[in-house]
């Protein structure tokens, strides 16, 4: 959804009532809603389950509620007050997205009427099936994934990054946004989430498999050459284009490149990757800007 694309949405139906996984940034909401609409009798839309707090996701929780006065919108109580009050995160945001906060849109509160806070490993019924929220930190301190027991089907968040089916090839590039990424914390998600019964991977950015054991195996191809370029960034001073030269080599991300939204995706995580490098290795201003 969205020009760019900016979002895959997905839809839980539990028959007596129903669910979209996440709200979508706020540009994005009335065309979210309206094609759940589309497949569902509005009356019986009641929850918005979004994985974190990041305006990609959850940057339209306050007007998906202005449409839908009854919606409940689901969030990991890490990020529960930043919906409530969102003024440090929509600064946050706008620093680390440049032009891209543009192409999402601004966040506003969110009544705390429609805000559910959810614990690490807690459930909710959405008709007759069960969703559980797992905490996924890494991506963000308030990272979290929704688990569909019934149907053994995990919607990821940014927790196991984006991933990318042209068709004629797959791959999976981590999500690194400065300035709270920690790739330690990341992988110790991954790892969590491996232990999970999983029969399908529904990525909001871009897509499903149920290929489990490939899209692990991508994700750990794709966070592994992430931090080892970026590693050997910033050891040897690399610049920016010497940082895409050598990722280009080991993930097929040029075509990407040509797309300015993905593009300054791309360029954003590899400045929060680089902040994260620099912490662990106790270095200022390695690298060349």
């Known amino acids: 959804m969205g020009k760019p694309r900016v979002l895959v949405g997905y839809l839980v139906d539990g028959g007596s009532e129903a669910a979209i996984i996440e709200t979508g940034p706020s540009k994005l909401v009335e065309e979210y809603l309206s094609r759940a609409a589309s497949q569902l009798d509005t009356g ?65 509160p969110t009544p705390p009427n429609n805000l559910v806070g959810f614990k690490d490993g807690e459930a909710v019924n959405i008709g007759s099936l069960t969703v559980r929220l797992i905490g996924a930190p890494g991506h963000a301190p308030h990272s979290a994934v929704w688990y569909l027991e019934d149907s053994r089907v995990l919607f990821s968040g940014d927790a196991l990054g984006i991933y990318i089916d042209s068709g004629a090839t797959r791959f999976v590039w981590p999500t690194t946004p400065p300035p709270t990424y920690d790739y330690d914390l990341a992988i110790a998600t991954i790892g969590k989430i491996k232990k999970l019964k999983i029969d399908a991977v529904c990525f909001p950015h871009y897509g499903y498999s149920a290929n489990v054991d490939e899209v692990f195996r991508l994700i750990d191809e794709g966070f592994d050459v ?8 910033v050891l040897d001073s690399w610049g920016t284009d010497v940082i895409l030269e050598q990722l280009s080599k080991r993930l097929p991300i040029t075509p990407l490149l040509k797309d300015e939204y993905l593009r300054s995706l791309i360029l954003m995580d590899i400045r929060g990757m680089l902040d994260f490098q620099q912490k662990k290795m106790g270095v200022k201003n390695g690298y060349k800007t």
Do not use: C, M, N
């Open 44 to 108: 019986r839309l009641g929850w918005s389950l979004v994985s974190h707090v990041h305006l990609d996701h959850a940057g339209g929780a306050w007007k998906a509620v202005e449409l839908y006065p009854d919606l409940r919108v689901g969030v990991y109580e890490r990020g529960y007050k930043h919906l409530v009050d969102p003024s440090r995160l929509a600064g946050s945001a706008r620093e680390a997205l440049g032009s891209v906060y543009d192409v999402w849109g601004d966040i506003r």
């Open 226 to 233: 992430w931090f080892e370029v970026t590693k050997q960034a």
